[in-house]
Nanobody, 115 residues
Framework: QVQLVESGGSLVQPGGSLRLSCVVP????????VGWYRQAPGKQRELVAR???????NYADSVKDRFIISRDFAKNTVYLVMNNLKSEDTAVYYC?????????WGQGTQVTVSS
């Protein structure tokens, strides 16, 4: 099982920004894709943003133009920068990596958007 280390979740006011980090073991390029998902209370887990091995990104419609996923190869870290946060962004955010048929998740980091 792949060990992922997530951080960066916090309480933030509406309109604020946060940066989540996901440290992956070894090279980011050893994975087919790295993604951020979220799960709000009473809701299903949903994709927020994902970046492929080749650097292709895709985003949920609800976060386009507000969130940016990026990679730092030197730090083996994938970031999710979240701008103009809204109350509906409140959720536990999970990092996910895919390598072939294998699929692993981090422990999650809580993001709460509230005044």
């Amino acid at each position: 099982q792949v060990q992922l280390v997530e951080s960066g979740g916090s309480l933030v006011q509406p309109g604020g920004s946060l940066r989540l980090s996901c440290v992956v073991p070894g090279s980011i390029l050893s994975f087919d894709a790295v993604g951020w998902y979220r799960q709000a209370p009473g809701k299903q887990r949903e994709l927020v943003a994902r970046i492929s091995h080749y650097g292709t990104t895709n985003y949920a419609d609800s976060v386009k133009d507000r969130f940016i996923i990026s990679r730092d190869f030197a730090k083996n870290t994938v970031y999710l920068v979240m701008n103009n946060l809204k109350s509906e962004d409140t959720a536990v955010y999970y990092c996910n990596v895919v390598a072939g048929a294998n699929d692993d998740w981090g422990q999650g980091t809580q993001v709460t958007v509230s005044s």
